[in-house]
């Protein structure tokens, strides 16, 4: 079994970018590694290898026909989970074509019996890890683009929790 989570893509840029503005604002945390920066469309958890196979057999038919795009959102806000002490950059807009596109991740693993969380789908970067409070900082002056989309394999190691890209997708037009 592998623990497994649908996500954005963002591209090396945009990673080593937000790397940059958050290394000028060190604080007493965890920074998480810049090439594990992403934006979660659904997490599926400890999936068999039946399950993982029947999803990307069902994405795969279902999305060749269809025109790809990109889109490009603009971080406007810094912002704190509390429990899981987590800092992360969020969007004040986020299409409604990737809030149908991670409504849909979601539906397909319900279909495999993957449980889901039932809370509202906040889509966020999270770029540090054991923060007690939140910092004031500037926001970076950065818009990502994404024009893909993956299932990724988390891994837990002896350098720490690494995400591997399993299969990707491009996002297309609903």
Not at 92 to 111: C, G, M, N, T, Y
Not at 163 to 168: E, G, Q
Request: glycine residues 2%; hydrophobic residues 40%.
């Amino acid at each position: 079994m592998k623990r497994l989570f649908f996500a954005l893509d963002l591209k090396t840029d945009d990673k080593q970018a937000i790397a940059l503005w958050r290394d000028k604002h060190p604080i007493t945390a965890k920074p998480v590694q810049p090439e594990n920066f992403h934006i979660t469309l659904a997490f599926l958890g400890q999936v068999t290898s039946n399950i993982e196979k029947a999803l990307i057999n069902h994405l795969s038919q279902i999305n060749k026909p269809k025109i790809a795009t990109e889109f490009v959102l603009k971080i406007t806000k810094l912002a704190h989970f509390k429990k899981p002490q987590v800092l992360y950059l969020g969007f004040d807009h986020f299409p409604d074509e990737l809030k149908s596109l991670a409504k849909a991740l979601r539906q397909l693993a319900i279909a495999h019996d993957i449980k889901q969380e039932t809370r509202h789908y906040l889509p966020h970067i999270t770029i540090f890890r054991k923060v007690k409070t939140l910092p004031q900082f500037n926001l970076p002056a950065q818009l990502i683009n994404v024009s893909s989309f993956s299932l990724y394999h988390s891994e837990s190691t002896e350098a720490g929790v690494q995400y591997h890209p399993l299969v990707s997708w491009p996002i297309c037009k609903l």
